[in-house]
């Protein structure tokens, strides 16, 4: 699941970027070069930069149109769901989740990566530099339904009324 949704970006990153010959130093569009035939090809995005391979195209996409997750605020959020939110001790009432995070940091951390590892092998949340930024597997769906419609309307059939 993780490998088709990092088809699909590859595939994004494709559509946003163009071919461009680094030697010749012109952009290639037909993903070959006119002037000296190559097709070992650099990523153009305009305004962007221009480097060989997709992963620093998909890495600026992600970047730029999609929202990472803010796993610990997530935590907190089914944290508070599960527990009351306040607990009284002795005569005083603490808010409960600060109340865990202050007294026990280390005990947090770990039910927090526990949370995370779980959450990825669900496949609820995916992340494509080795754990360092999540996103919500709805919101890539998401991303691509829309990003499809508006991307490949060219290459699918012909709108005919
Ligand atoms: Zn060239």
């Known amino acids: 699941m993780n490998n088709e949704i990092l088809e699909q970006l590859k595939e994004l990153a494709f559509s946003r970027s163009i071919p461009f010959c680094y ?3 012109k ?18 995005v305009p305004g962007v930069g221009c480097e060989y391979g997709t992963d620093w195209v ?8 999609l929202t990472a997750v ?14 009351p939110e306040e607990t009284q001790v002795g005569w005083m009432t603490f808010d409960t989740v600060r109340l865990m995070k202050e007294n026990d940091p280390i005990g947090w951390q ?13 496949g609820t949340i995916v992340s494509f530099d080795s754990g360092s930024t999540y996103y919500n597997f709805s919101t890539l769906e998401d ?9 490949f309307q060219k290459s699918s059939t012909p709108y005919s009324p």
Do not use: V, W
């Not at 770990?110 to 669900?122: D, I, P, T």
């Open 23 to 25: 030697s010749c130093y």
């Open 27 to 44: 952009e290639a569009p037909t993903g070959c070069c006119k002037h000296c035939g190559s097709d070992d090809l650099m990523c153009l």
């Open 58 to 65: 998909i890495k600026h996409i992600l970047e730029t149109e």
């Open 70 to 83: 803010d796993l610990e605020e997530e935590f907190e959020e089914s944290i508070r769901q599960c527990y």
């Open 110 to 122: 770990c039910a927090l990566s526990e949370y995370e590892s779980q959450e990825e092998s669900e």
């Open 143 to 151: 991303f691509f339904k829309n990003t499809h419609n508006t991307c």
